[in-house]
């Protein structure tokens, strides 16, 4: 399964994703976490992982992900960057950080002033996603980009499911609304999860948004802010996420 976690900036989707993948290790699943975030450095922190060479410097840089972006559309083809198939244990080894049965992979960064936009890495994105093989008990949870970029690239087109992290803020339910709108012209749907606080705030945003699709409510904790002040690791203590871990199980057992 294919999990893609999104939101605004801010809403705590690595954190979610962070604490979702250990969750899911924990319940005896092996988890790739793919870091398809361009602009945080954050993700390996809250994992405990050392950062992995980037999949776009295994294919030789920006440049050479751009050159073959190009090369697809100068031939009237549709540019595919990436047209391997890997599973997890295929990944070279120099682009994965692995500690016991959790994985984090690095789509690439933005470094240098000047450089150009995170388009080569949307593309790159979405076609490592749709030829990710996995096993019957492999879990890939994705981190995304703050906003919309992602589903402007089509990066959704080989999910399975799509959790959208809300914040107490009208941007966040406005973003919502315009993610889940997209998500459906992709033929996705989307799930939310509350995040950072309290239980009332949460009450008023589901009635905005539908409680229906609410699967998992974070309350604002201090362990997590005192952690991410420090550059601490997470772990499945830091929070209760049983609601959206058992929500995942369940879709994996074909339920709703």
């Known amino acids: 399964m294919k999990i893609l976690v999104c939101g605004k900036g801010g809403s705590g989707k690595s954190t979610i994703a962070s604490l979702l993948a250990k969750d899911l290790k924990t319940k005896g699943y092996r988890v790739l976490v793919v870091d398809a975030d361009e602009s945080n450095y954050g993700l390996s922190v809250q994992l405990g992982l050392e950062d992995p060479k980037e999949l776009m410097d295994q294919l030789g840089g920006k440049k050479a992900v751009v050159d073959k972006m190009w090369a697809g559309r100068s031939a009237g083809e549709k540019a595919v960057i990436f047209s391997e198939s890997w599973g997890i244990d295929e990944i070279p080894s120099e682009c994965v950080s692995k500690k016991d049965n959790l994985y984090l992979l690095q789509i690439g960064k933005v470094k240098h002033f000047g450089e150009g936009c995170a388009c080569p890495m949307g593309g790159?994105?979405?076609?490592?996603?749709?030829?990710?093989?996995?096993?019957?008990k492999d879990i890939a949870v994705i981190d995304t980009e703050a906003g919309v970029e992602h589903?402007?690239?089509s990066v959704e087109s080989g999910i399975d499911v799509i959790l959208l992290v809300l914040d107490p803020s009208y941007e966040s339910i406005r973003l919502s609304e315009k993610i889940s709108a997209m998500a459906k012209e992709a033929g996705k749907s989307v799930h939310f999860v509350?995040?950072?606080?309290?239980?009332?705030t949460a009450d008023k945003i589901s009635d905005k948004i539908g409680k229906e699709r609410v699967i998992g409510f974070v309350p604002f904790t201090s362990s997590i802010q005192e952690k991410g002040l420090s550059g601490e690791e997470l772990d499945t203590t830091t929070a209760d996420i049983t609601d959206?871990?058992?929500?995942?199980?369940?879709?994996?057992q074909g339920g709703a």
């Open 244 to 252: 959206i871990t058992n929500f995942i199980l369940n879709v994996m």
């Open 151 to 153: 589903l402007g690239r």
């Open 194 to 200: 509350l995040n950072k606080m309290d239980k009332a």
């Open 124 to 136: 790159l994105s979405r076609d490592f996603l749709n030829r990710l093989k996995l096993g019957l």
